[in-house]
């Protein structure tokens, strides 16, 4: 507000600061208001006129008590009658909307022209229609006293005037003063009324608004109109729009064609996101014959070198899926890789961090490479999850490598699953516990890996007393033996030989024994030879006998 006042020796002047400190800085408390109008009452009975200003506006705002136009006309006279310029503007105003007083808009004028005179901002910008610049000054404390009522009825007339020239001034007042405009009819009335007057963030933000809007097809709709009238401008972003309205039918028929030319269009002049778009058309063949498919690359290329990032990453994994181009091209497929993972792009993190590690395209990093699948895995990347957990076991930081192990065999990794079995199995960074290890090696073996077909077995052969548990290890151990496990086949034959959870029967033993030992088990021929002996020396006993 304007009024700024010093210590005076005047009383009337304390009482008047005392009562604008309270009243100024205090927005809702009634008990603080009050004890601010006690002031200003004080300072007007020793005829302060700045106080009697003050109490015309408590009674027109209606704050504390009930609007009264006749006292407020009461002390904005007395003001006015005084010299205060703020007191004659509003007093001005009040006759020149008759409000308490009719027939005195032409005095009202010639008091709104005395308050210019005398420098005040508020009636000058009265005199020159510039009600949005009026609004301001009531709604800051400018020149005048604030009253946001006030600064929302010249709001009203700025809107209804509203010309190219001064919209967006109203639209940065109604963001600026979010506070006291809580109305959001009224912020979609100017947004409209921007967007017929030419104003290309309004028509923007006006079919993104409806071609984002979920209420109805009819409002959907819209959107392409809002779309053209700013593409008509030149605008790229509203003629992606435009596209879009044609790619989906919204608000117009559905024409694909179309929508490649302006894709094309929009490709050729440098946007990135519209190169994405063509190429991914091209590659599914969306108004296009199939011919035209393998130019999809080249696109997704353009779009890349201009860094989008999905176009990276697509471009780099069709380079890739590509024999001529992954030999030529390695180099400029580490690249997208790693531009579009430094944008953020999680699996293209985890193919960064391969061509790291095996340096591929690239000066071979492992340091960084664990950096960028960390990044990964903490984004639940679950393959980055499990070479997370493999760097830290490789290091003995167990308890980080059982964090990710877990994490990335909760999520379903068949490896993880068993690596996470064995740190349990065998005491890595944690408490020996085979009972939650067997669950873990249960779930890979679920997905038939193998170790962990033949570990389950192991434990239910071994860690349990129970021969009906015992039993269910042969079935382990075969699921093993039939992949080639020589364990298995070599534990097969322990099982028969010992009558581990199956009754005993040598010759069975021998078997599985013998097909061990064919399958590279070196203690399996051991175990043949000692049975081979025994069956000997079983055999002379007999013999004597």
């Known amino acids: ?19 604008l400190e309270l009243y100024r800085f205090t927005n809702s408390a009634d008990s603080e208001k009050l004890l601010a109008f006690g002031y200003f009452t004080q300072a007007a009975e020793l005829g302060n006129h700045w106080a009697e ?56 004028i010639r008091l709104i022209q005395n308050s210019a005179n005398l420098e005040n901002d508020a009636a000058e910008y009265w005199l020159e229609d510039n009600f949005i610049e009026l609004a301001r000054c009531f709604s800051d404390g400018w020149c005048v006293i604030k009253n946001y009522k006030m600064a929302l009825f010249w709001l009203d007339m700025a809107i209804e005037f509203a ?30 009324l921007a ?46 729009g435009v596209a879009q309205c ?29 190169a994405f778009k063509f190429a991914d058309r091209l590659s599914e063949g969306v108004g296009f014959s199939n011919d035209e498919e393998e130019k999809a690359l080249v696109w997704y290329k353009i779009a890349a070198k201009s860094g989008h990032t999905e176009a990276q990453f697509t471009a780099a994994e069709l380079m890739e899926d590509d024999p001529w181009e992954s030999i030529f091209e390695d180099e400029t497929i580490t690249t997208f890789y790693g531009a579009a993972a430094k944008n ?25 490479a664990r950096q960028f699948y960390l990044d990964a895995a903490e984004k639940d990347h679950t393959e980055s999850m499990y070479r997370t957990a493999q760097y830290y076991f490789s290091d003995e930081q167990y308890d980080d490598a059982l964090y990710w192990y877990e994490k990335s065999a909760n999520m379903g990794h068949q490896l993880a699953q068993f690596k996470y079995a064995e740190c349990l199995y065998y005491g890595h960074g944690v408490e020996k516990n085979t009972e ?42 075969k699921k093993a033996a039939l992949y080639g496990h020589a364990g298995a086949m070599r534990e097969l034959g322990n099982c028969f030989l010992n009558g581990t959870g199956v009754v005993k029967k040598t010759s069975t033993a021998r078997r599985w024994y013998q097909d061990a030992k064919s399958a590279g088990c070196k203690t399996s021929t051991e175990t043949l030879n000692k049975l081979d002996d025994w069956v000997w020396c079983r055999y002379e006993e007999l013999t004597d006998d």
């Open 1 to 19: 507000m304007s009024l700024n006042f010093v210590d005076s020796t005047d009383l009337s002047y304390r009482y008047l600061n005392q009562g």
């Open 246 to 274: 044609y790619e989906f039918g919204v608000g117009i028929r559905q024409d694909q064609l179309e929508t490649n030319r302006i894709y094309k269009i929009l490709a050729h002049k440098g946007n990135a996101e519209a």
């Open 436 to 477: 939650q290890a067997e669950q873990y090696y249960f779930k890979a073996a679920e997905t038939n890996h193998v170790e962990s077909l033949y570990s389950l077995g192991f434990c239910y052969a071994y860690h349990n007393d129970d021969f009906r548990v015992q039993k269910n290890s042969l079935d382990w151990f």
């Open 195 to 240: 967007g017929e007057l030419g104003v290309l963030e309004a028509q923007l933000k006006i079919a993104e608004y409806l071609y984002l809007s979920s209420s109805s097809e009819m409002i959907q709709s819209k959107a392409f109109y809002w779309f053209k009238k700013a593409a008509q401008q030149g605008s790229d972003e509203a003629l992606m």
């Open 163 to 192: 010309t190219l020239d001064n919209i967006k001034t109203i639209q940065t007042f109604i963001e600026v003063n979010e506070d006291i405009i809580d109305d959001d009819k009224l912020k979609l009335k100017v947004l409209y």
């Open 53 to 108: 200003y003050v109490l015309g506006v408590f009674y027109l705002t209606g704050d504390i008590f009930p609007v009264n136009h006749d006292l407020v006309l009461k002390f904005f006279k007395r003001a006015s009658d005084s010299g205060v310029h703020e007191a004659m503007f509003e007093l001005g105003l009040m006759y020149y909307l008759n409000k308490g007083a009719e027939g005195r808009e032409v005095e009202g």
């Open 344 to 368: 953020g792009h999680i699996e293209a993190k985890f193919k960064y961090a391969i061509a790291l590690e095996n340096g591929t395209g690239i000066d071979a990093n492992c340091k960084l």
